[in-house]
């Protein structure tokens, strides 16, 4: 899957360890007295001693998985404490660290809220720290949507243009209908993989079915256009219906930060499969044999890799 948000602030594991300055964004706390330690710098040390384990990039995934889990234990403890006394250089990396590591998990909405709340409450906060909050609010909606996207739940109503017709399409018109979505654009490689080696096949299965619909639904991120994504698909032969969603509303409606993404509905618009393309076409092309049978026509082969769109 294509990942479009970048991480927050993870990247400062690969930086080395946070300087011990401020920039004079706040004023210093004074320095302990003599033969004591600053509890500040004591427990934000703790987080550069994970850190320093993580840039050292472990082979064993659970032993990484482990140190992650270690990093976001320090930051949330380190923040609890210290959040009104840290320096700048000191808060940035804490919170932007836990933010990326509870946002990657979605059964930490809750804490996620409490923290930015807590955060927000911040006498003089730096204005990064602000910035910071506002897309940690963004990619909250994100999670929310998530959540609702699974199977069981009505699957949200969208409104784009078909890139060929000019016609307006909504998924409320194509009740009746088995609808699978596909969010993708011209510049993701994983996307038009996706399209040439089993989308193509299955619309060429199915095509003819009268109660099935593939609808490729095009996004304006990076730039994309309705016009790239048409001679896109000129070029490359696919001739599935393709609409296209100028403000990303129906991304942000199905929580999607990365693409390509599927999503399969019955004909109430009950969603029934749902996730990251690669992980969930074998659970479509299941369930579609398992409603159509014999109904589709023989698969047809898996098409060469797509042709460049010189975009």
């Given at each position: 899957?294509?990942?479009?948000?970048?991480?927050?602030?993870?990247?400062?594991?690969?930086?080395?360890?946070?300087?011990?300055?401020?920039?004079?964004?706040?004023?210093?706390?004074?320095?302990?007295?003599?033969?004591?330690?600053?509890?500040?710098?004591?427990?934000?040390?703790?987080?550069?001693?994970v850190?320093?384990?993580?840039?050292?990039?472990?082979?064993?995934?659970?032993?990484?998985?482990?140190?992650?889990?270690?990093?976001?234990?320090?930051c949330?403890e380190?923040?609890?404490?210290?959040?009104?006394?840290?320096?700048?250089?000191?808060?940035?990396?804490?919170?932007?660290?836990?933010?990326?590591?509870?946002?990657?998990?979605?059964?930490t909405?809750?804490a996620?809220?409490?923290r930015?709340?807590a955060?927000?409450g911040l006498?003089?906060?730096?204005?990064?720290l602000?910035?910071?909050?506002?897309?940690?609010?963004?990619?909250?909606?994100?999670?929310?949507?998530?959540?609702?996207?699974?199977?069981?739940k009505?699957?949200?109503?969208?409104?784009?243009?078909?890139?060929?017709?000019?016609?307006?399409?909504?998924?409320e018109?194509?009740k009746?209908?088995?609808?699978?979505?596909?969010?993708?654009?011209?510049w993701?490689?994983?996307?038009?993989?996706?399209?040439?080696?089993?989308?193509?096949?299955l619309?060429?299965r199915?095509?003819?079915?009268?109660?099935?619909?593939?609808?490729?639904?095009?996004?304006?991120?990076?730039?994309?256009?309705?016009?790239?994504?048409?001679?896109?698909?000129?070029?490359?032969?696919y001739?599935?219906?393709?609409?296209?969603?100028?403000t990303?509303?129906?991304?942000?409606?199905?929580?999607?930060?990365?693409?390509?993404?599927?999503?399969?509905?019955?004909g109430?618009?009950?969603?029934?499969?749902?996730?990251?393309?690669?992980?969930?076409i074998?659970?479509?092309?299941?369930?579609?044999?398992?409603?159509f049978?014999?109904?589709?026509?023989?698969?047809?082969?898996?098409?060469?890799a797509?042709?460049s769109?010189?975009?």
């Amino acid at each position: 899957m294509k990942r479009l948000t970048p991480l927050l602030l993870l990247a400062a594991l690969v930086a080395g360890p946070a300087r011990a300055q401020d920039d004079g964004a706040k004023t210093p706390p004074p320095a302990p007295p003599a033969g004591e330690t600053d509890p500040v710098a004591a427990d934000y040390a703790k987080i550069d001693a994970v850190a320093t384990k993580l840039r050292a990039r472990p082979a064993d995934e659970a032993v990484r998985n482990a140190l992650l889990e270690e990093l976001r234990t320090a930051c949330g403890e380190f923040l609890d404490k210290h959040a009104a006394k840290a320096s700048k250089d000191q808060l940035l990396p804490a919170a932007g660290m836990w933010f990326d590591l509870s946002l990657r998990r979605d059964d930490t909405i809750e804490a996620i809220k409490t923290r930015a709340a807590a955060l927000k409450g911040l006498k003089d906060p730096p204005a990064e720290l602000t910035d910071m909050l506002g897309k940690v609010d963004g990619a909250l909606r994100a999670a929310e949507a998530r959540a609702a996207i699974a199977p069981g739940k009505k699957a949200p109503n969208w409104t784009a243009q078909d890139i060929h017709t000019g016609a307006q399409v909504t998924l409320e018109s194509l009740k009746g209908k088995v609808v699978l979505m596909d969010f993708w654009a011209t510049w993701c490689p994983p996307c038009k993989a996706l399209m040439a080696q089993e989308l193509a096949p299955l619309h060429a299965r199915y095509k003819d079915v009268a109660g099935f619909q593939l609808v490729g639904i095009g996004l304006p991120w990076r730039g994309d256009t309705p016009e790239k994504e048409k001679e896109f698909g000129e070029k490359n032969n696919y001739h599935w219906t393709k609409v296209f969603d100028p403000t990303a509303a129906a991304a942000e409606a199905y929580g999607i930060n990365g693409i390509p993404f599927l999503c399969l509905v019955d004909g109430e618009g009950t969603i029934l499969i749902a996730g990251t393309g690669g992980e969930v076409i074998g659970a479509i092309k299941d369930e579609l044999a398992k409603r159509f049978g014999e109904a589709g026509k023989a698969e047809a082969p898996k098409a060469d890799a797509p042709k460049s769109d010189g975009k």
